[in-house]
């Protein structure tokens, strides 16, 4: 509507001729300039101009819609009522329904929490025919690191629903129906999103301009993991790629009606970040050593301009040898913590009262299992030892962060050959 010609409007010819006269053409133009800026510029009135943008935003304007008639249309047009439910109880009723349509959610978490668990079972969920209770759709699995399974992801299936997977034939149909993509940079990614010859990606965007496709598509589209595809824009620090990674993605979710989920790593929080603004003053009588600061280091990765982009964020993190899933953001949600486990139906829930956060924890990842013991049960100085008798140091830093350097490596191996015969 922005685009509209001024002289299909039905100003005054008199008003209409001058605004052609001095190159204002459409909508945007006229709009893009105050009142005192057209005055000066079309030499009328005050009045002239006033009357003027008045009737050119009374026409470009969209109609007004009360939130009821956006409720029905979004319960009527979509599909269960514009959610794809996750299946764990709790969690769907924090979002009302489940992952929504038409925004970017994201799923932040250490390597090893079980964020590639729950986007398996999200792929299955929408790629479930829609009597049991899925989406019946198709599914885009931008699979970054390679870790996607077929084998792990037909387990899940067969155990969380294996009146369906016993059928003959539904397992090769629903895995039919995810597509997996490796992309293997930023620039491949996007390209796919371009070419006009992708039949799944066209079907996104004909549905998004309001074309008829061949057939109603219905698609999730899920990726694991975003950061890796922004490793390189991190180095250079160019936000302006990041954003339009970002913008890409969200514009997708957002006229198609999909649900889109993007997994994002942690990476450990700067000094600088405790105070980021000038106001906060840190405690001076809290210890660098000190405990809460050791388990919740961690921060999501791509920084708070891809934060920004987010419209929820799920945290999934391990505190105390409990691993949790929380609502950190969401505009329709409270911050809500959920205890879970990973079984061979992938992620449970082990109740489905959530516990609301309040304060920092919020926003804080937390990575600790018992006792400050790190991967496979070792210490700190066990880990230290064993791995030390191999030629790589462990060097704790402020019980922050642990730093692997590799040193000697090949004097260590040359020492292991000379055993006696």
């Excluded at 954003?243 to 890409?248: A, V, Y």
Aim: aromatic residues 8%.
């Amino acid at each position: 509507m922005a685009n509209k010609t001024i002289c299909e409007m039905g100003l005054p010819k008199s008003i209409a001729n001058i605004f052609a006269a001095r190159n204002i053409i459409t909508a945007k133009d006229a709009l893009s300039l105050t009142e005192f800026e057209l005055m000066e510029l079309l030499d009328v009135g005050l009045s002239d101009v006033k009357s003027a943008l008045a009737h050119i935003s009374e026409i470009v304007s969209p109609p007004y819609q009360t939130a009821l008639l956006l409720m029905e249309q979004r319960v009527g047009n979509e599909q269960l009522g514009g959610h794809l439910p996750t299946r764990l109880k709790g969690l769907d009723a924090a979002l009302c329904g489940g992952i929504p349509f038409g925004v970017l959610t994201e799923v932040v978490g250490p390597a090893g929490i079980g964020k590639t668990q729950f986007c398996l079972k999200l792929s299955l969920l929408a790629a479930l025919p829609a009597h049991y209770g899925g989406l019946d759709g198709r599914v885009i699995y931008i699979d970054v690191e390679s870790k996607f399974s077929s084998r792990r992801m037909i387990e899940i299936g067969a155990r969380s629903f294996p009146e369906i997977f016993h059928l003959k034939g539904m397992a090769q149909e629903m895995a039919g129906r995810i597509l997996v993509l490796r992309p293997t940079s930023l620039s491949e990614f996007t390209e796919r999103f371009d070419l006009k010859e992708d039949s799944i990606f066209l079907s996104l965007r004909n549905d998004s301009v309001g074309l008829e496709p061949a057939k109603s598509f219905k698609a999730a589209l899920i990726g694991d993991n975003i950061r890796s595809l922004a490793e390189c824009l991190i180095a250079c620090y160019r936000k302006p790629r990041m954003l339009q990674l970002g913008t890409m993605i969200w514009s997708l979710a957002e006229f198609s009606r999909i649900p889109v989920v993007v997994t994002n790593q942690v990476r450990s929080q700067n000094r600088d970040e405790s105070c980021p603004y000038s106001f906060q003053v840190q405690d001076k009588g809290k210890t660098k050593e000190d405990s809460t600061r050791y388990e919740s280091h961690l921060v999501a990765a791509l920084g708070i301009h891809w934060a920004h982009a987010v419209t929820i964020r799920l945290v999934l993190e391990a505190k105390s040898g409990q691993r949790f899933i929380k609502v950190a953001k969401s505009p329709i949600s409270p911050p809500l913590a959920f205890p879970f486990i990973i079984t061979s139906s992938g992620i449970s829930l082990l109740t489905d009262d959530g516990t609301e956060l309040i304060g920092p924890e919020i926003n804080t990842i937390c990575c600790q299992g018992r006792s400050r013991r790190l991967a496979y049960g070792y210490s700190a100085e066990q880990f230290r030892m064993d791995i030390t008798t191999y030629g790589i140091v462990l060097v704790p830093e402020n019980l922050q962060q642990i730093i692997f350097s590799i040193v000697n490596f090949t004097y260590t191996i040359s020492y292991r050959r000379k055993s006696p015969a």
